[in-house]
C-alpha cells in the first residue's frame, strides 16, 4: 500500500463522523448497545469493535490500522509505552522453563525484563553478538523458544542480519522479535524479512513531537490475536485515545520527519568525521562501520542517533563540551523535533545505573532543525572543550 495513502487514509471512516477531515478523539470508556441481543453480538468480538476502550477505541483502532500497514503487517496493537509492548510480545513468546536468545546490548528495561523479570518464572536467557548468526546458532537449545532482536539497536548499533536470524529461526520453530525503533517503518520493514513479531517504542519517530509515550506490536492476524486476549488484555497497558489521536498526527509527517534527520544526520557525521576532537563514531550508515554493507542491505539510508567518543582525558572537558551545546538539549528519548544529547559520564559514579561504556561517549540525536546550525553549534562547544 502506497504510504502517503495510509498516513492521510487508511482507517478513517469520515462519513461516520460529519465529514470531518481530522478524525475524533473517541474519549469514551465504554460503548453501549440497544438491546440484549446486540450487547451479545459486542461481546463476540472486542479485538475489532468498541465494547470497552481497554481492548477497542475507535481512535486507537485508526492508529492500529496504520502501523500494521506501514509495517507490512497482517494486524497491530497499541500500548501505551514501547516496553509495555516488548513485554507483552516477549511474554507471549515463552512460558516456564523456556531459553530466549537476546542480542548483546538490548534497551536497557528490555534487558531488565530478559535477565531479571522472566528469570523470576524460570525463563532463561543468554545475550549474544548479534553480529554474527553463528552465534545465534550456537546459543540455540532444545528449549529456546524465541530469539530477541535490536537492529539497530540505540547506543551503539549493532545490527543483525535479520533475513539470515528469521531462516534459522524458522528452521527451529523459534518465534523471532524485533525492535524496529531506529529505523522507522519508512526505513525497515523486518516482517518482509522473515521476522514474526515487530515492536517499536512509538514514543520516538512514530509520536515524532516528545508528547507521547508509546509502544506498538506488528504481526500476522493469528499472534495479534493471541496477544490480545491474553497479555494485551490482561496486563492493560491501553494507549488513552488522545494519545493516539496525537500518534496518528505525529505519523502524517513521518516520512518527510525521517527524511530531513537522515539528512541532516549524514551532514552531521560528515563534519564529526573530518574533526580531530573526535576519538570514534558510531552510525550504522559510516563508511567505516564494518557493517555498512548490511545496514545498506536491509535498511533504506536512515539516522537520527549518532554517537561519538571525545578525544579528551578528563569527564571534566567532556562535561564542557556538553555544556556549551545550545541546540542539543541534555535528556534521554530521542525521535522528537529537537536534536538531544545523552551523555554517558552522567551514568558515571551513580548508584542506580552501571554502563559498560566509556565516560568519554555521547550519543546525539539529530533533530529537524537546519544541518548548518547544529554543526556549528557543535563546532563552537568542541573548541571549548
Ligand atoms: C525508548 C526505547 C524503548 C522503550 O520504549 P518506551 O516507549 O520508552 O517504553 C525500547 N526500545 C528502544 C530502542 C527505545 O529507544
Known sequence: MEPYYILNHLGEEREDYFNAVTPPIFQSSNFCFKNV????????????????????NPTVGILRKKIAALEKAEDALIFSSGSAAISAAV???????????CVKKPYSWTNHLLTHLLAKFGVECSMVDGREIINFENAIRKNTTLIYLESPNSMTFEMQDLEAVAILAKKNKITTICDNSYASPINQNPITLGIDIVVHSATKFISGHSDVVAGVICSTKEKIKKIFEQEFMTLGATLSPNDAWLLIKGLRTLPIRVKQVTENSFKVLHFLETHPKIEKIYFPFSEKNTQISLA??????????????????????????????????????WGGYESLQFPICALYNSENYTTELPWNFVRLYIGLEDADVLIEDLKQALEKM
Open 91 to 101: 511474554i507471549s513468546s515463552v512460558k516456564q522453563g523456556d531459553h530466549v536468545i
Open 296 to 333: 545498506k542491505k536491509q535498511m533504506k539510508p536512515c539516522g537520527g542517533l549518532i554517537s561519538i567518543e571525545l578525544k579528551v582525558d578528563n569527564i571534566a572537558a567532556v562535561e564542557r563540551f556538553c555544556n556549551h551545546l545550545k541546540y542539543f538539549i541534555i535528556a534521554c528519548s
Open 37 to 56: 441481543e446486540a450487547l451479545r453480538n459486542g461481546l463476540k468480538n472486542e479485538f475489532e469493535t468498541p465494547f470497552y476502550t481497554r481492548g477497542f
